[in-house]
Nanobody, 121 residues
Framework: QVQLVESGGGLVQPGGSLRLSCAAS????????MSWYRQAPGKEREPVAT????????NYADSVKGRFTISRDNVKKTVYLQMNSLKPEDTAVYFC??????????????WGQGTQVTVSS
């Protein structure tokens, strides 16, 4: 059974930090590209950060570059999102995603249930 379980969300003041974690099980974590997405009220889900299976390449949305850092531990089967200098506009539900396209072109995508991040004074 595939599971992605996010944790670490909460309420933080502007300028503060949070570290999200996503624990994976039920699939071969180390060969999947992992990402964090977010969805604010009334808005579409958007990608925030992506990391390749080996952890050597990362990509970020322009809105979070220089403030957020994605990382992964393939032994612990966990992906992280360190969020610094948080802004009210970072308020959203944050989702963990695992994605792979197999050699036969079959795509597998898995989602967590999401964790709420609220940035407010």
């Amino acid at each position: 059974q595939v599971q992605l379980v996010e944790s670490g969300g909460g309420l933080v003041q502007p300028g503060g930090s949070l570290r999200l974690s996503c624990a994976a099980s039920g699939f071969t974590f180390s060969i999947y590209t992992m990402s964090w997405y977010r969805q604010a009220p009334g808005k579409e889900r958007e990608p925030v950060a992506t990391i390749t299976p080996g952890g050597d390449i990362t990509n970020y949305a322009d809105s979070v570059k220089g403030r957020f850092t994605i990382s992964r531990d393939n032994v612990k089967k966990t992906v992280y999102l360190q969020m610094n200098s948080l802004k009210p506009e970072d308020t959203a539900v944050y989702f963990c995603n695992g994605d792979i396209i197999r050699p036969d072109a079959t795509r597998y995508r898995y989602w967590g249930q999401g964790t709420q991040v609220t940035v407010s004074s």
